[in-house]
């Protein structure tokens, strides 16, 4: 079973309006952490925004924040104001686990193409 | 200004070749990672290195051998690859392996197996 899932394989959005990218994911961890990343053409993955499952307070960073529902075990990313060089393809990640090795494994979902337009 | 540098941006090579990927990071961190990024499919991670120790394999074919003298510095040796390995490798890091540390990738290497 998938363990992030991204059900917009595409969005469109006009410039300056707010646009939400979707994203559930599944765990049987308590303690988990929430990604969104975000890839232009150029293909570098720029991290745009966290949230770790114990924060109380939705992650907000610029124009970017995270609508996270915990019970429905969703992570939506909320762009405001968008922007042309707002497109490109989003990722939503989870971090999970630790294990023997402690170390933290991101599962990625399939992303989602954001196309801006004027 | 980038923190995580990746060469060559750009690679074709023949089945039979040998090449490496190189991969350096300049925020000091400690975990340095290999991810695959197949068209299509959820990015797969491939290795990881804390202190230049690989702490996770994952179920990567020896073809791929990966190599980390240092801190700052993370390899991926490629030799005998198959067309279907064909994809953009890119390379992370984050200050420690430990929750909630965020890691930051590189530009990536677009390699094209012929």
């Known amino acids: 079973a998938q363990k992030i899932t991204q059900t917009q394989p595409g969005m469109f959005v006009q410039e300056k309006e707010a646009v939400t990218l979707d994203c559930t994911y599944d765990?049987?961890?308590?303690?988990?952490?929430l990604f969104w990343y975000k890839q232009p053409s150029s293909g570098e993955m720029i991290f745009l925004i966290y949230?770790?499952?114990?924060?109380?307070q939705n992650a907000t960073e610029g124009r970017y924040s995270l609508n996270f529902q915990k019970a429905r075990k969703s992570a939506n990313l909320v762009i405001s104001a968008s922007q042309l060089g707002d497109s490109a393809m989003y990722f939503c990640?989870?971090?999970?686990?630790?294990?023997?090795?402690?170390?933290?494994?991101?599962?990625f979902g399939t992303g989602t193409r954001l196309l801006v337009s004027p | 200004e980038t923190g995580v540098t990746q060469t060559p941006r750009h690679l074709v090579m023949g089945m039979t070749n040998k090449k490496s990927l190189k991969c350096e990071q300049h925020l000091g961190h400690n975990a340095m990672y290999w991810y695959k990024q197949s068209a299509k499919k959820p990015l797969e991670l491939m290795f990881v290195?804390?202190?230049?120790?690989?702490?996770e394999n994952n179920s990567v074919p020896s073809r791929f051998s990966p190599e980390c003298p240092n801190s700052s510095h993370l390899f991926l040796h490629l030799h005998t690859l198959q067309p279907e390995d064909s994809a953009l490798y890119l390379c992370?890091?984050?200050?420690?392996?430990?929750?909630?540390?965020?890691?930051?990738f590189g530009p990536g290497t677009r390699l094209l197996v012929l």
């Open positions: 990640a989870m971090r999970e686990g630790g294990g023997n090795t402690g170390f933290q494994k991101l599962v």
């Open positions: 290195y804390s202190l230049e120790e690989r702490v």
């Open positions: 992370a890091s984050s200050q420690d392996l430990g929750g909630g540390e965020t890691q930051y």
């Open positions: 949230q770790g499952s114990y924060d109380e």
């Open positions: 765990t049987s961890d308590q303690s988990y952490g």
